[in-house]
């Protein structure tokens, strides 16, 4: 009596476990050089301080054409004004459709610290720096200018990962600075000069709701969103492949990626922070 032999796996069951099974492989792969990256970052800090002072230049201030606007620091502000002019829009009409337009500078002192700089900054930290590690990476991956560097003794991970999320931190905190200072000048120039409303009655509700506590959480947000959104950007440009084309694909994959977890992350840190009732009573 012959025994039959054993049936194939149907190709589309092979072909979606294939992907599954390739799909954790590379979270596996990202998180093993996401932990690689952070501890060699006070290897990288040691060993190259002039490269490192070099991104940080490069990051803050831009080179070629980014550098004739000013660099990331000017499209951050940029951003910045239009998000907090938007307070001052949707504010005092929201609030005047109850009667309560005295509290625009509420929402000033609320929304711009607690979601809006944030979440701005981590946008424009992904489309400018992110973006531009990505590239950078990519191009010396597939010019095998990373093996290169293997081969001469130098750390890649380190000299080129680890640098730049160092760096990333460094460069947002000028940046957080100048975003909040020009999301909060926005929502009191539109809501005062435009609106016409009293500039001490938006002082008094803006001074009020302003507490000092949530500027510091913000700040250690942002700096938490810079280092996801590096290290993200700096894997897809340590491992592309496939040419030129394959350099573009990563920096599509690495902004949109980051994006994602970015916003993820502000709301995972927010209910950390502030829990569901949000740390916040209005009374009379």
Known sequence: MTQSA?????????RAAHEVAAGWNELGDQAR????TLRAVPDAVRRYPGEL???????????????????????????????????????????????????????????????????????ALSATIGAGATA?????????????????????????????????VVVVIP?????????????????TVIYGQGSGVYDHYFNTFLNPTDLVWSFLQSVAITVVVMLVHTYYGY???GGPAGVGEAVGRAVRTSMVVAAVEIVMISLAIYGQSGNFNLAG
Do not use: K
């Open 33 to 36: 050089f996401y932990a690689g």
């Open 239 to 241: 491992t592309a492949r």
């Open 136 to 168: 950078q990476l990519g191009a010396m991956r597939i010019n095998e200018e990373i093996d290169a560097l293997e081969v001469i003794g130098i750390r890649s991970v380190t000299y080129l990962a680890a640098t730049r999320v160092l760096a990333g």
């Open 53 to 123: 002072l070099r991104l940080i230049a490069q990051m803050g201030l831009g080179t070629g054409a980014l550098a004739v606007v000013g660099g990331t620091v000017a499209i951050v502000g940029f951003l910045t004004i239009t998000t907090g002019a938007l307070v001052a829009v949707q504010g005092y009409n929201q609030f005047a459709s109850v009667g309560v337009e005295a509290l625009t500078g509420f929402a000033s002192a609320f929304f711009n610290v607690r979601l809006i700089v944030p979440g701005t900054t981590a946008v």
């Open 6 to 14: 054993p049936s194939r796996p149907h190709p589309r069951w092979y």
């Open 175 to 191: 940046l957080y600075c100048i975003a909040v200072m020009m999301a909060f000048l926005a929502a009191r120039t539109g809501t």
